[in-house]
């Protein structure tokens, strides 16, 4: 059974950092990323990593959070991270751990975590 474990979450002031972390368990994915949603808005594409089985990695980026935010994973861990920095008020949203096997990963989800940042 697969399973998406979040955690990383919290609440952090504005211009502020804070990591997060999503565990696989169950199988292994070429694909995992975030995606976030606001209260009263649509869920969104935050950020995807693909593995192409050897050495190479693809990131793809929101182009709200390019150049601030860093997805990197740890495949002996199974785990996709999640670093945000200059964190705006904006960013506020529970975030969702996503995996599949193409970029944006869709096939299975978390439960989210959420981030709030404050002014």
């Known amino acids: 059974q697969v399973q998406l474990a979040e955690s990383g979450g919290g609440l952090v002031q504005a211009g502020g950092s804070l990591r997060l972390s999503c565990a696989a368990s169950g199988r292994t994915f070429s694909a995992m990323g975030w995606s976030r949603q606001a209260p009263g808005k649509e869920r969104e594409f935050v950020a995807a990593?693909?593995?192409?089985?050897?050495?190479?990695?693809?990131?793809d980026y929101a182009d709200s959070v390019k150049g601030r935010f860093t997805i990197s994973r740890d495949n002996a861990k199974n785990t996709v991270y999640l670093q945000m920095n200059s964190l705006k008020p904006e960013d506020t949203a529970v975030y969702i751990c996503a995996a599949g096997q193409a970029v944006p990963p869709n096939d299975y989800w978390g439960q989210g975590t959420q981030v709030t940042v404050s002014s």
């Open positions: 990593i693909r593995w192409d089985g050897g050495i190479k990695y693809y990131a």
